[in-house]
């Protein structure tokens, strides 16, 4: 039996105002999106994601719905009163993400290739963003859940493989002072653990966001190449879960970690 789809309350976010109105001119003109998405070109699962509120999309995307749903521009219209000229330093399809962050009871992270986001240095940061002032002050805003008071910070647990230590990123002064934050960083609500290199374990395929939130729902987010994708669908926090679990698994002990990044600093690092 198909799932029913996914309940958006429009208020909570641009996205989700949007993906409503699709899928309700989608609803009125009775077309399945199977069936849209044979008279458009974009696929079934695109639109899906747009509906659900889990991607943005261009113009042309609600162009092209309005001419095959006959809504008279309306689609387009929203979309240029919601995401026109917005700017706020993230890419529309991170905006609700940020949220999510702020209202986790619990943030379980694995990042393979780069420090977490919310760990990094300014330097670190404005190198992997190309000195873009707007996407590095948003990014760094985002850190301010990591210190505040009330309500208490989100429980942070962080795996990433030896190698992430290794990666250049600014040279050696950014880098000495990124895996030092990392170290000052530690508290009883956050852990920093290292995979040592030559870990097995099946999550090499890349990055991924677990957050769970005080009522108990469970959301992911993914990046992909073109853009982040938020799940929630039970059968995706599976498995994504057990990967996170088999990492840990291989992931160092807490105070091992620092040691190690300690001595990456002083081996690889210096100045």
């Known amino acids: 039996m198909p799932q029913p789809p996914k309940r958006l309350t429009p208020s909570n976010s641009a996205l989700d105002l949007f993906g409503s109105e699709v899928r309700r001119y989608r609803v009125l003109a009775n077309y399945s999106i199977k069936q849209l998405a044979a008279k458009i070109p974009y696929s079934p699962s695109f639109i899906g994601a747009v509906e659900r509120a889990e991607s943005h999309c261009e113009r042309s995307f609600a162009e092209h719905c309005d001419t095959v749903l006959d809504t008279k521009q309306a689609l387009a219209h929203l979309h240029d009163g919601l995401f026109g000229n917005k700017k706020d330093g993230f ?148 498995r994504l879960k057990d990967k996170f679990d088999a990492i840990w698994t291989q992931a160092l002990p807490a105070q091992l970690s620092i040691d190690l990044i300690n001595r990456t600093i002083d081996e690889r690092w210096k100045t």
Do not use: C
């Open 91 to 238: 890419p529309e399809w991170f905006r609700k993400w940020p949220t999510i962050e702020e209202e986790s009871g619990t943030l379980k992270v694995y990042e393979p290739i780069v420090i977490y986001g919310l760990l990094q240095t300014e330097d670190y940061a404005s190198t992997l963003l190309f000195d873009d002032r707007e996407a590095i002050d948003a990014r760094l805003k985002r850190q301010d859940i990591l210190t505040r008071t009330s309500p208490q910070p989100p429980r942070l647990i962080y795996l990433l493989p030896e190698t992430v230590l290794w990666n250049d990123v600014g040279g050696p002064e950014v880098m000495r002072a990124q895996l030092k934050r990392l170290v000052d960083a530690v508290s009883p609500r956050l852990s920093v653990q290292v995979v040592p290199n030559g870990g097995i374990h099946p999550a090499n395929q890349g990055t991924f966001t677990l957050a769970s939130l005080p009522g108990g729902e469970e959301i992911a987010y993914v990046p992909t190449a073109a853009r982040g994708i938020m799940m929630d669908a039970r059968e995706d926090i599976s």
